[in-house]
């Protein structure tokens, strides 16, 4: 493997011309959409005359339209991909705002036709289904076609599907969208080195890291007041999204606001119980750790902000370059692919990290559909925090180089399996930082780094999905008020975090408001397949700390399978585990907070 050549002190942009060059004006993104568009209402026009049953003249012409959605699906997620980047390195980019609008509507359009497949697909008998997934092109994304069967079958007729979801286009997304331009439009004044400065929320929640107590406590509450002046639109959001969900759900006859993310998380409720079941019992030893934390900080009160206070000192500056080079390295040890990989990333550009205002708070990683690339977005700060979710993201990125060649359809895993590879990596990077430690302080810091992502699954992640259900509960009958709202939110945080919040005003009451998971319309519940995922990642590590190099062949089949399999299927498949029963999670729980010993003697407890 060759050294990355990012090896500057300032972080890089991306290139993102090599995909449409112009921006938010670029003429070739504005024919690429325009064409796409085109394709939409011609395969609307040939599956006009497809209806019917299937028969031997017929089934030719419905797995070639079948594999032109697919084609169309794939150009659609690249189109949204570029508009999410524009409006990713720029909240101000109004065009590309508008873009993100448009290609919300190319997907629905695209969605329509997807139902005129459920309804079709649907209606065949098994006979004939089965010689259907036989024809060429087909085996290869059976288990999507047939998993979009089974759903289908869950829903209402074709008609009141597709209406709902023209309707949601200009109702229910827009929604999203709106939050979207509402948070990206809030600046808050500070004070830092010496000036007084207007800085994004991004830029802001950077500070809820700070060593500084006053720090932290000055950016929650810049935060808070920032989200107070915007709490009643946010809850009309809120509600008008929620309500949205609840209608469709009654009309399709669905019993539970749970049932879609399940569906959509390929996994079985037995397995969402069992899971949180074990973080209840295993995981109070969490407070261990924050008890220790607040004896090492000199702090008697846990508040919000001091989820991400920092524990002792990692003295060593990275630059992006260094940063990366730890990355490549350390993945490179374990699966020379993954290292060779991470510097392709790395030297073509593919990561957006420059430190300035204006861009979109948080970090993320797309692929890059028909280039068979990936886009990673974050900001980079010179720390470790910042080295660790380059890590993370650039495993999302392998997730999809090994799933490059697969066709698109066969591509689609569920955000249970998501987080799969991106916390293997922060795990290796972690442990490998560990061993280098030559201090207490930074021995220390590494713990911190550990537990504080236990922290944020177990606690910040469970408040999140508590906060959810009691919300849907009380949305069937009727509009949640904003003050109800923040009671919820409080009641949650106060559950989840096992009591260790501060009552007096340790609580986040608008955290419902500022966090952008809650108005995610694509994807419900954008909560608890987080901790699915670390917890699942920690089961796959253990295999991977026990059997070395030897296991990077079996980690990348269990990747391959992701796109294919549902989650409890690639556990049983890959790891040998029944994710419905307590013996996994119980030991993944167990794995996690086994540091808390070592940290609580550091800490001198």
């Known amino acids: 493997m060759t050294a990355s050549n990012q090896t500057g002190k300032q972080a890089p942009t991306w290139d993102i011309d090599s995909i449409f060059p112009g921006g938010s004006e670029s003429k070739d993104y504005a024919a690429f959409c325009a064409q796409i568009e085109a394709d939409l209402a011609a395969a609307q026009s040939r599956v006009s005359g497809l209806h019917g049953v299937l028969s031997e003249t017929r089934r030719p012409a419905w797995a070639a339209w079948i594999l032109e959605l697919q084609g169309i699906s794939e150009r659609i997620h690249l189109a949204a991909m570029f508009a999410l980047c524009l409006v990713s390195q720029n909240v101000d980019d109004a065009k590309g705002t508008a873009w993100v609008s448009r290609t919300t509507e190319l997907k629905s359009k695209s969605d329509i036709l997807k139902a005129s497949l459920e309804s079709f697909a649907k209606d065949q008998s098994d006979a004939e289904w089965d010689r259907l997934m036989k024809s060429e092109g087909m085996p290869a994304i059976r288990f999507y076609l047939d998993e979009m069967r089974r759903i289908a079958r869950l829903k209402m007729p074709e008609a009141q599907e597709k209406l709902a979801l023209e309707l949601a286009v200009n109702g229910y997304h827009a929604w999203n969208i709106l939050y979207e331009k509402m948070a990206g439009d809030i600046r808050v004044d500070v004070e830092m080195d010496g000036q007084k400065k207007r800085i994004s929320l991004g830029q802001n929640s ?10 932290r406590r000055d950016a929650f509450q810049k935060m808070e007041e920032a989200w107070e002046s915007r709490a009643e639109l946010a809850a009309m959001t809120l509600n008008a999204q929620g309500g949205f969900r609840l209608s469709l759900y009654r009309n399709r006859k669905w019993d539970s606001p749970l049932d879609e993310p399940l569906i959509i998380c390929r996994m079985k409720r037995e397995t969402l119980d069992a899971m949180w079941h074990a973080i209840d019992t295993g995981g109070r030893r969490i407070a261990d750790y924050v008890n220790a934390k607040k004896h090492l900080l000199g702090i008697n009160r846990f508040c919000w902000y001091d989820q991400e206070a920092p524990a002792g000192k990692i003295e060593k500056s990275f630059t992006f370059g260094e940063a990366g080079d730890f990355v490549a390295e350390h993945l490179g040890s374990f699966s020379r692919e993954m290292g060779d990989f991470i510097r392709t990333a790395l030297d073509k550009r593919w990561v957006e990290a420059e430190n300035r205002p204006g861009k979109r708070a948080g970090a993320w990683c797309s692929r890059v559909p028909i280039r068979k690339e990936a886009r990673v977005f974050m900001t980079f700060s010179e720390n470790y925090d910042s080295l660790s979710t380059l890590a993370h993201e650039l495993g999302h990125a392998y997730h999809g180089f090994v799933l490059r060649d697969e066709p698109a359809f066969a591509q689609r895993y569920p955000m ?3 987080e799969t590879a991106s916390i293997f990596n922060e795990l290796r990077v972690t442990d490998a930082a560990l061993g280098a430690a030559q201090t207490r302080e930074e021995k220390l810091a590494l713990l911190d780094q550990k537990l504080q992502a236990a922290l944020i699954f177990f606690c910040n992640i469970r408040t999140r999905f508590l906060f959810d259900c009691r919300f849907y509960a009380e949305r069937k009958d009727g509009i949640v008020g904003r003050e109800r709202l923040d009671a919820l939110m409080s009641e949650a945080q106060n559950e989840a975090f096992f009591g260790l919040l501060d009552p007096a005003d340790g609580y986040h009451p608008l ?15 954008y909560n608890f397949p987080y901790t699915f995922g670390f917890l699942f990642a920690k089961g796959v590590y253990d295999r991977a700390l026990k059997e070395g190099p030897a296991f990077a062949k079996h980690y990348r089949a269990l990747l391959a399978d992701t796109g294919r399999m549902t989650t ?19 030991a993944a729980v167990a794995r ?14």
């Open 206 to 215: 950077a500070r809820l890291s700070s060593p500084d107590r006053a720090v």
């Open 416 to 418: 249970t399996l998501a």
């Open 511 to 525: 955290f419902w408001a500022s966090k952008l998971h809650f108005f995610i319309t694509d994807t419900p519940f």
């Open 568 to 586: 409890d299927d690639v556990a049983l498949k890959h790891l040998g585990a029944d994710l419905t029963k307590s013996e996994f999670w119980d």
């Open 592 to 605: 996690t907070v086994a540091d808390v010993d070592e940290f609580v003697a550091l800490c001198g407890g």
